[in-house]
């Protein structure tokens, strides 16, 4: 499973690039930055206390359940989870 804290620029990214395969699904934490974070995918500076994503990739097909990470690093201020909305 991928993790990664993300800029909403890299959000909106894998969020396209996630819907292109169908065995593959987001799960996506929005909420504030708990301490000062680099974006996992463009290296953006992400300040303590202004807006970041908590993205996972599950597969189908994965063995190990999802658990959620999330609030370790976000202040979470909604989620979006397939199959629970
Ligand atoms: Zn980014």
Redesign the pocket.
Known sequence: MTRKI??????EEIRKIVAKFPDEKLVDFVGLALEDFI??????EIPKGTMCYAISILSNGMRQPYQKWEHKFIDIIYSRIPNEE
């Open positions: 993300l800029c909403s620029k890299c959000e974006c996992d995918d463009c290296g953006v």
